[in-house]
């Protein structure tokens, strides 16, 4: 869940290939359509399309107060109480468990699968909400984040609002799959907690005090686990093996944290342009991204240059931001997180095929995966 | 939820009669062992008996982060993880919801429904976590808040998970009434939500922008809303109709609004040797209770006085909370809220009657109502 503060990537248009590094994944089967991103964004717009009216009759049942902070977030309406144009993100998870479902089940399934794509879209929000309460992130889709504009307290309520109409949806579905995806999806904002935690945890610790381990622990938690669950709930409501659904979050998991090392690379040496966020953005912050960690751990001189660099805090000196790039760089930071990238959306691809062997069925989770990973470093 | 911050009334023994006022509530029908409390604090014993085991073993299921903070939360850690001896709170949700269920389903309904109990319990130590963070308060049974030990961002976290594991624990019963139950559950956690964001809201006014009815519908959604639904889920899992399941859900309602009505009373009035906060500790907060609203909105000559010493921030002035509480008396809050208490009593028991019309049956929950409002002024 940490993407969407490179807010800008998720609103650009096609994106280019990863033409300095290689492309991410190279060894899997490509499905049809899915090397352009084409089929990826036709799905992103055909799954908010299919959200959107279920999700604003979700938001609109809530009390008016935990409404309004709501459709703010959203971005449905300013802070005034006006409507606005709306930019509620890119439905990745949406779009994730109605591919799943349709992988699976085909159209029907898809069409069944819609509540529990707006339920996956509600955990998501209310762990945005949150997120920015504690991270004190003061942007979120190019506006000011809730708390900012309404308080701490509302954006707390309104997101506890949010996880609650969430697993009520699921819940009053007389799907057969209702109970097994309520439970799924708590099971998996339990482990967004963690994962918050750790991560908030690790940042106020020194350079020399996170492991990759736990690095990559977190970033599972934090954004591995919701897109994994979404394809799991896509799955149940398709009526798949228990097997199955295992793959299919094993697959969203994967493919999320190949999503998260690219996000990371992004956020060094990201082409402002392209990201909406400074090269570096996250160096001068101190973050403890993975490519920041597989360098400080990694036993080379560079390392012993980027930890005293890390060590102390950003001053405005963009030369200094270069230096730790450059020492991060060297330390082998950027190649490992490239690397692992390629081998996570090699997993993902590996449990994809358990899943779905049909590669043409499995042709629109891949595109999505695809998109997610696509980006310019 | 409000009541625990008057947190010795939980752990003291037998309470007294209202001597000075009478009793909340005259007009009903005993059931036995209710005038005395001995029924009333056997059944909360009974409940802390049978719900802890679960409660402790959904709580082993966090991971260790989150498990951490709910464990000293409930009081079963100390800050530094070694054991404490406990005083997760009187039981009086989880004692509703077995009392409902025993009452319209007899001893297998009680023994059914103990999951429900756990999840209601849950959902309000999720809201006492949350309610601390925002209002800033230090001290939630003797002990330090989660918030002042492990900090804002994990107490918000801690009850984020124990919303999920609430909802959680409630989806995955094989119980017929499970999908009803979280419905309901999660139903409740908005409007506590909605309830939380007025009390906020109002306290931010000035003494005279605030009306006596929102006030009532605060207090109905912070308190009544959860007591409510604690018996309503008492009813599902016993199986009982539509309407019974609302005449309960009514029931607790009115006997958690005449429950706060009596602890804004306290708050005012109350002996600081039986209640463990001062008297006038809500005056000096400039609290917006029940009793202080009915006063400034009585149109009385000393409704003007009151709202002139309200609108001024206290500043260590005993004597003037003497004269605020004698304005609010002047002006009528104390016989209004007092009335007010036992007209709400008397329409709980009405309730109590529809659903249960069996005065042996209904004794428990009946108990339980006056227990929670039989306080000393």
Not at 281 to 309: H, I, M, N, Q, Y
């Given at each position: 869940m940490t993407e969407t503060r490179h807010s800008a990537v998720e609103t650009r248009g096609p994106t280019g290939t990863?033409?300095?590094?290689?492309?991410?994944?190279?060894?899997r089967d490509k499905g049809?359509?899915?090397?352009?991103?084409q089929e990826a964004e036709a799905l992103l717009r055909q799954a908010r399309a299919s959200v959107d009216p279920e999700l604003r009759a979700a938001i609109a049942s809530l009390p008016v107060s935990m409404r309004r902070i709501a459709l703010y977030h959203f971005g449905w309406e300013h802070a005034d109480g006006t409507p606005a144009e709306g930019n509620a993100g890119k439905a990745i998870r949406p779009a994730l468990v109605l591919a799943s479902a349709a992988a699976l089940g085909g159209t029907g399934a898809r069409a069944a699968a819609v509540r529990a794509a707006v339920a996956v879209e509600l955990v998501h929000n209310f762990s945005l909400l949150h997120d920015d309460v504690m991270d004190r992130d003061t942007t979120r889709r190019h506006r000011p984040t809730a708390w900012t504009v309404f308080g701490d307290a509302d954006a707390i309520l309104a997101g506890d609002a949010l996880q609650a109409l969430a697993l009520r949806l699921l819940a009053a579905?007389?799907?057969?799959a209702s109970a097994a995806a309520v439970t799924r999806l708590a099971d998996c904002v339990v482990e967004l907690c963690a994962g918050q935690h750790a991560d908030t945890a690790m940042e106020r610790r020194?350079?020399?005090?996170?492991t990759l381990e736990e690095t990559l622990a977190m970033a599972e938690a934090k954004t591995g686990a919701l897109l994994g669950c979404a394809c799991a709930l896509g799955g149940l409501y398709a009526g798949a093996t228990e097997e199955d659904v295992e793959a299919l979050d094993a697959f969203g998991r994967e493919a999320g944290l190949a999503f998260q090392l690219i996000d990371d690379v992004i956020g060094i040496w990201g082409d402002p342009c392209r990201t909406g966020k400074p090269a570096g953005a996250d160096l001068a912050v101190r973050k403890k991204s993975l490519p920041v960690v597989a360098a400080l751990t990694s036993g080379t001189p560079a390392a012993v240059e980027l930890a005293e660099l890390y060590g102390v805090p950003y001053e405005d000196d963009k030369e200094e931001l270069e230096r730790i790039a450059l020492a991060v760089e060297r330390a082998g930071g950027r190649d490992w997180a490239q690397a692992k990238a390629a081998d996570r959306m090699a997993r993902a691809m590996h449990e994809l095929s358990r899943a779905v062997p049909d590669p043409e069925a499995a042709g629109g989770l891949l595109s999505l995966a695809e998109f997610v990973t696509r980006r310019s470093t």
């Amino acid at each position: 869940m940490t993407e969407t503060r490179h807010s800008a990537v998720e609103t650009r248009g096609p994106t280019g290939t990863l033409e300095r590094h290689g492309p991410i994944g190279t060894q899997r089967d490509k499905g049809p359509g899915a090397a352009d991103g084409q089929e990826a964004e036709a799905l992103l717009r055909q799954a908010r399309a299919s959200v959107d009216p279920e999700l604003r009759a979700a938001i609109a049942s809530l009390p008016v107060s935990m409404r309004r902070i709501a459709l703010y977030h959203f971005g449905w309406e300013h802070a005034d109480g006006t409507p606005a144009e709306g930019n509620a993100g890119k439905a990745i998870r949406p779009a994730l468990v109605l591919a799943s479902a349709a992988a699976l089940g085909g159209t029907g399934a898809r069409a069944a699968a819609v509540r529990a794509a707006v339920a996956v879209e509600l955990v998501h929000n209310f762990s945005l909400l949150h997120d920015d309460v504690m991270d004190r992130d003061t942007t979120r889709r190019h506006r000011p984040t809730a708390w900012t504009v309404f308080g701490d307290a509302d954006a707390i309520l309104a997101g506890d609002a949010l996880q609650a109409l969430a697993l009520r949806l699921l819940a009053a579905d007389p799907h057969p799959a209702s109970a097994a995806a309520v439970t799924r999806l708590a099971d998996c904002v339990v482990e967004l907690c963690a994962g918050q935690h750790a991560d908030t945890a690790m940042e106020r610790r020194g350079p020399d005090e996170v492991t990759l381990e736990e690095t990559l622990a977190m970033a599972e938690a934090k954004t591995g686990a919701l897109l994994g669950c979404a394809c799991a709930l896509g799955g149940l409501y398709a009526g798949a093996t228990e097997e199955d659904v295992e793959a299919l979050d094993a697959f969203g998991r994967e493919a999320g944290l190949a999503f998260q090392l690219i996000d990371d690379v992004i956020g060094i040496w990201g082409d402002p342009c392209r990201t909406g966020k400074p090269a570096g953005a996250d160096l001068a912050v101190r973050k403890k991204s993975l490519p920041v960690v597989a360098a400080l751990t990694s036993g080379t001189p560079a390392a012993v240059e980027l930890a005293e660099l890390y060590g102390v805090p950003y001053e405005d000196d963009k030369e200094e931001l270069e230096r730790i790039a450059l020492a991060v760089e060297r330390a082998g930071g950027r190649d490992w997180a490239q690397a692992k990238a390629a081998d996570r959306m090699a997993r993902a691809m590996h449990e994809l095929s358990r899943a779905v062997p049909d590669p043409e069925a499995a042709g629109g989770l891949l595109s999505l995966a695809e998109f997610v990973t696509r980006r310019s470093t």
